[in-house]
């Protein structure tokens, strides 16, 4: 029996609904598989903020790296500005953890209804692979001359040639382990004269070292536009921390749902512990109505299972997944349906066995 160490952050809003049935979900795979866990739960998040003006505890960050994983839900909540959730928790773990790869699956699963018109699970399958440790996300910046009419704002980007090679060598070596094709480059060096410049360099240096893939790059405008009009021309995309972000919820949302995405921030030297969360926030308009989708959750179950080397389970989750989707069984609101958090889980749970 293997032992996995879990932080565990339902963190806000639906986290508290979803998260559970990712645990039940590891939980019943576990127990085909021969693994065991070890969960610790953390109340991290707006509400611990409102009682003690802090998201996580001091030795927050110290606590989580005792764990082989972490599985978040999701932070953020009306009451609390974004930037101070983003700020106080999320961005701190992926940092401190050295988590620089935001991993993003985009594949339309059997089941689901695509909302362009004559698409289909065989044209929406590719990878997109955020940097998630610099660029545009930067402390560095500052506002001068406030409440004048001169006021302004700064804010900078940083691209290091050290983030930049290792997130690009991740795009390259995951499209050559997946057994895909082609590497695409969101960028936009005609607008972004200084960064996006050093960015398209670094592109083209690392692909020289990959000879056996393709490799295309487009401006981040009409790359938006190419992901609803061509999903099919895509493989692995790689961009920058803010183009990234763009794309990965783009991405789900061609597939047929963000409700279903899930995503990985990825510490690719296992240093430290990978986090793992749905590509959804906390959704505080269905909160508490026991009605949003866990699959989002379930499936970042199934990628933490996959980086902590346990294919099988994970792809077991991901086929039990596709089952209930394409099966007459229970869906959420948001996919069609009319049934609760818990019953999806539950059906999920029941397609593994
Ligand atoms: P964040 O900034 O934290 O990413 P957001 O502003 O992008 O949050 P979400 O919380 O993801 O917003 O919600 C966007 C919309 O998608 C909302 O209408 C929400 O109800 C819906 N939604 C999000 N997650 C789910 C889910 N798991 N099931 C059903 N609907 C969802
Ligand atoms: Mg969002």
């Not at 645990?23 to 610790?40: P, Q, S």
Request: glycine content about 12%; some cysteine; hydrophobic content about 40%.
């Amino acid at each position: 029996m293997t032992t996995l160490k879990v932080a565990v952050i339902p963190g806000d809003g639906i986290g508290w609904e979803v998260v559970p049935e990712g645990l039940k979900v590891l939980e019943a795979v576990g127990r085909k598989h021969g693994l065991d866990y070890a969960f610790t739960e953390y109340d991290w998040g707006c509400e611990r903020f409102h009682k003690t003006g802090r998201l996580m505890p001091e030795d927050g960050l110290e606590r989580l790296k005792e764990s082989d994983a972490i599985f978040l839900g999701a932070v953020g909540f009306p009451g609390v500005p974004d930037h101070v959730s983003l700020w106080g928790l999320l961005i701190p773990i992926r940092r401190e953890m050295h988590q620089y790869v935001n991993l993003r699956p985009v594949r339309m699963m059997k089941g689901m209804k695509c909302p362009l018109a004559n698409r289909g699970p065989e044209d929406i399958d590719f990878w997109v692979i955020r940097e998630n440790n610099e660029g545009e996300y930067s402390e560095i910046g500052g506002r001068l001359n406030r409440g004048t009419d001169r006021e302004m704002a700064i804010q900078e980007t940083v691209m290091t040639r050290h983030g930049t090679d290792r997130i690009m060598r991740y795009a390259f070596d995951l499209c050559r382990r997946v057994g895909k094709q082609k590497v695409t480059s969101a960028t936009k060096s005609n607008g972004i004269i200084h960064t996006m410049p050093f960015w398209d360099e670094r592109f083209e240096a690392i692909a020289a070292e990959y000879p056996d893939l393709k490799t295309d790059k487009y401006h981040i405008d009409i790359l938006t536009a190419h992901f609803v009009l061509h999903p099919d021309w895509f493989d692995v995309v790689v961009g920058s921390n803010l183009f990234g972000d763009i794309l990965s919820d783009l991405g789900p949302a061609v597939a047929g749902s963000i409700g279903i995405a899930p995503s990985a921030n990825i510490n690719p030297e296992g240093d430290y512990p990978s986090m793992f969360e749905p590509v959804h926030g906390s959704a505080p308009d269905i909160a508490g109505k026991g009605i949003a989708n866990p699959i989002g959750q379930i499936w970042s179950g199934a990628m933490m299972l996959e980086h902590l080397g346990h294919q099988a389970a994970a792809d077991d989750i991901v086929k039990a997944i596709e089952t209930v989707l394409e099966g007459a069984g229970p869906k959420t609101p948001d996919i069609g349906g009319q049934a609760t958090t818990k019953d999806l889980g539950d059906a999920i749970v029941e397609a593994l066995k």
